[in-house]
């Protein structure tokens, strides 16, 4: 069943002082207690919460990047990642019954489409989107993340709207 983004609480996104901002959607006070973090040694960076840490787990030909709570008994909230490579391939939903949304959104000032499976109350978004890294090896960025309430999916999708490219 595909079901339009508008049942959820997202919001239109626009920029705020060279970021992209959740309109009431997001804390302000949550949005102000982020903090830039390096995306391992990759040459990107993005805004995350200060008690967030960055694994990275490297292949052959990508790296995978996934940000979680430090405090490992925190099963609440969000999570989520970054593959860098040129073969990404996007998660299927859990279940037949898990509902579809689409989003449309700006990464690294390019449009991307957002896919969101809603399985009981449980989300997963993602997306794929020109790294524009030049390298050769990570041409693709898989971006995705797993969010327990419409709030915590809001707060994960404006993460994502932080993440740039170093120069």
């Known amino acids: 069943m595909i079901v339009l983004l508008t049942t959820l609480t997202l919001t239109s996104w626009g920029k705020n002082n060279g970021h992209r901002a959740v309109s009431s959607s997001a804390d302000t006070a949550y949005i102000k207690s982020l903090e830039e973090r390096q995306i391992g040694g990759s040459k990107y960076s993005v805004f995350l919460p200060t008690d967030y840490a960055i694994k990275e787990t490297n292949g ?11 405090d490992t008994t925190n099963h ?5 990642g970054f593959y ?8 299927p939903a859990k279940s037949k019954s898990c509902k ?4 449309k959104s700006e990464i690294l ?16 978004i993602q997306t794929i989107t ?13 971006i995705f993340g797993n969010a327990k309430s419409t709030k ?3 707060k994960l999708l404006f993460i994502f709207t932080t993440i740039k490219k170093k120069e």
């Not at 579809?100 to 989003?103: E, G, M, N, S």
């Not at 890294?133 to 898989?142: A, F, T, V």
Request: with cysteine.
């Open 109 to 124: 000032d390019q449009n991307v489409n957002w896919t969101i499976y809603n399985c009981n109350g449980n989300y997963l």
């Open 130 to 142: 020109n790294s524009k890294s030049g390298e050769g090896w990570n041409e693709l960025i898989h």
């Open 60 to 70: 052959g030909d990508f790296s995978i990047y996934s940000f979680y709570p430090t």
């Open 100 to 103: 579809t949304a689409y989003l």
């Open 84 to 91: 860098f490579g040129n073969h990404p391939s996007q998660f």
């Open 152 to 154: 915590d999916l809001d």
């Open 76 to 80: 609440t909230g969000f999570s989520g």
